[in-house]
């Protein structure tokens, strides 16, 4: 491998690793295991979608998908 290939590889691992902290972190913090806080993460967009009045759903989630 060349250089560049193992740093694009140690890259990919530090970011691969982070999330897994962030998230043991934060499931830690809420008192939930990873799979709930993972869970939670789009649980709360749901929610969020839930509570728009249906005349604003279209604009909003086109806002969303812009994101």
């Known amino acids: 491998m060349t250089k560049k ?8 691992l530090f970011i691969v690793v982070a999330f897994f902290v962030v998230s043991a972190i934060l499931a830690h913090v809420h008192d939930n295991t990873l799979v ?23 604009e909003v989630v086109e806002t969303l998908m812009k994101m």
């Open 36 to 58: 709930v806080e993972w869970q939670s993460w789009f649980g709360i967009i749901k929610d969020a979608v839930e509570q728009i009045p249906p005349e604003e759903t279209e």
């Open 5 to 12: 290939q193992w740093v694009a590889l140690g890259v990919f």
